[in-house]
């Protein structure tokens, strides 16, 4: 079952800007994660978000996360090429490794 | 270096010939799953495993098999594929319990004509 959506489904930007990408989620979460997707290549782990956690920053990441509103924001400042990629968030519905996926953003960062 | 390796990364096959595409990791992870991913449809579990001998199906299971004799290995077999199970696929480990990091093999393509 679907449980992550993320939005928007593309996203194309300049480098050097920044990269907003949204994720909702259906049911109850403990934990949220987002992970990278290079061209047909294998997921690659950004981050995790804990369900009592609002806020987050690994590098140029920044993460949100709204219980509330069952909602997750993945934030790349100052975007390179080399950021394009697929982007997804990932969701353990009831705490056990089980990871549900969105279908994904899809960002083109020009030179 | 920690990694999960799949077999074959290409394959293409007939309709009806059974296959197996194998999946390896040296983490030392319980947990084991199959994806597969489809445009439009992301990426969705065939079946997963949280320990030797324990498999359960995921969300799209028909039509796949697996196997979990030892911890390290967790082969994915289509016993008579069909055009339908053309897709990408992926396996993934990591250790048991929530807010796991996954760590996802290379990813084998696979056409079934």
């Known amino acids: 079952s679907q449980q992550g959506e993320e939005d928007p489904q593309a996203l194309s930007i300049q480098e050097g800007e920044n990269a907003t990408m949204n994720c909702s989620y259906k049911t109850s979460i403990n934990n949220l994660q987002w992970y990278r997707q290079n061209s047909g290549r294998g997921l690659v782990h950004l981050i995790l978000i804990r369900s009592n956690e609002r806020e987050k920053h690994s590098g140029r990441l920044r993460v949100t996360l709204d219980t509330s509103k069952k909602s997750s924001s993945l934030l790349i400042t100052a975007s390179r090429a080399a950021d394009t990629a697929s982007y997804f968030c990932?969701?353990?519905?009831?705490?056990?490794?089980?990871?549900?996926f969105g279908k994904g953003t899809m960002l083109l960062v020009s030179p | 270096e920690a990694q999960v390796t799949q077999n074959p990364r290409y394959l293409i096959t007939v309709t009806g010939k059974k296959l197996t595409v194998t999946c390896s990791q040296n983490?030392?992870?319980?947990?084991m799953s199959w994806y597969r991913q489809d445009p439009g449809l992301g990426l969705r579990q065939i079946y997963y495993s949280m320990n030797v001998e324990v498999t359960d199906k995921g969300d799209v299971p028909e039509g796949y098999k697996v196997s979990r004799k030892e911890k390290r290995n967790f082969p994915l077999i289509l016993e008579s594929p069909s055009p339908n199970q053309t897709s990408l696929y992926f396996c993934?480990?990591?250790?048991?319990?929530?807010?796991?990091?996954?760590?996802f093999g290379q990813g084998t393509r696979l056409t079934v004509v």
């Open positions: 990932a969701t353990d519905e009831n705490g056990y490794s089980t990871l549900t």
């Open positions: 983490m030392n992870h319980e947990y």
């Open positions: 993934a480990s990591s250790l048991v319990g929530g807010g796991r990091e996954a760590f």
